[in-house]
């Protein structure tokens, strides 16, 4: 039985558990979304650009395909071992915690589909955002793309259940000491697993905060993957450009 909530991002996401559940995302919108973002930041030809948070390297490949030269990282081992086997001369992946500047800057940095404010201490996603600044070039764009927090708790679903690839995914979700919480149970081979997300329920004005500190300067806020106008009502998504 694993109930150990600490650092959750380097243990759940470690699980290949983790792959199944969300193994059914839809690669198409991910993939369209990628398109509208890079056309309008207007990134040059072949320019470079680090996925942050990058998963098992699915936006990282595709940025790719378009003709980006891509650096992903993330902290699970897991995931960067098995993105590796994509890798060639302008596609590479590398274990790094975001909370750092990498090594490189780029014309664009990417945190994309809610891989922010899972830290257990404040001050990392003040870091976080700071490595994001520290890592663009002159002329490159930041890009956090989170949930809309407001939306998504007056949308909450409480309890539902998922089936997989014959595992049957028990989630609860709730909203607790300012983290939207996920709570997922499990058997399989015979054994009950027992894993939990958690997640900042940032919205605009946080951001602008932790923007504010970390001296940034936010230029564009959209709601979806079409770049619409946010609405903190109805929006899904909070997509924020920054340099």
Known sequence: MNNNTTKWFSSWFDTPFYHTLYKNRDDSEAQAFMDTLTNYLNIPEHGTILDLACGKGRHARYLNTLGYHVTGVDLSENSINYAKQFENDSLHFEMHDMCKPYKTQFDAVFNLFTS??????????????????????????????????????????????????????????????????????????????????????????????????????????????????????TSERLIMIFK
């Open 116 to 233: 922010f404010g899972y830290f257990d201490k404040d001050e990392d996603n003040l870091n976080t955002v700071e490595a994001i600044k520290a890592n663009l070039n002159t002329f490159g764009f930041g890009v956090i793309d989170f949930m809309n927090s407001e939306f998504v708790i007056n949308n909450l679903v409480s309890e539902n259940t998922k089936t997989v690839d014959t595992i049957t995914f028990n989630l609860k979700r709730y909203v607790e000491d300012g983290y939207i919480v996920k709570d997922i149970s499990f058997s399989a081979d015979s054994e009950n697993y027992n894993f939990q997300e958690r997640v900042r329920a940032f919205t605009l004005k946080d951001f602008e905060a932790i923007f504010a500190k970390a001296n940034v300067h936010l230029l564009d806020v959209f709601g979806d993957y079409k770049l619409n106008k946010f609405n903190p009502k």
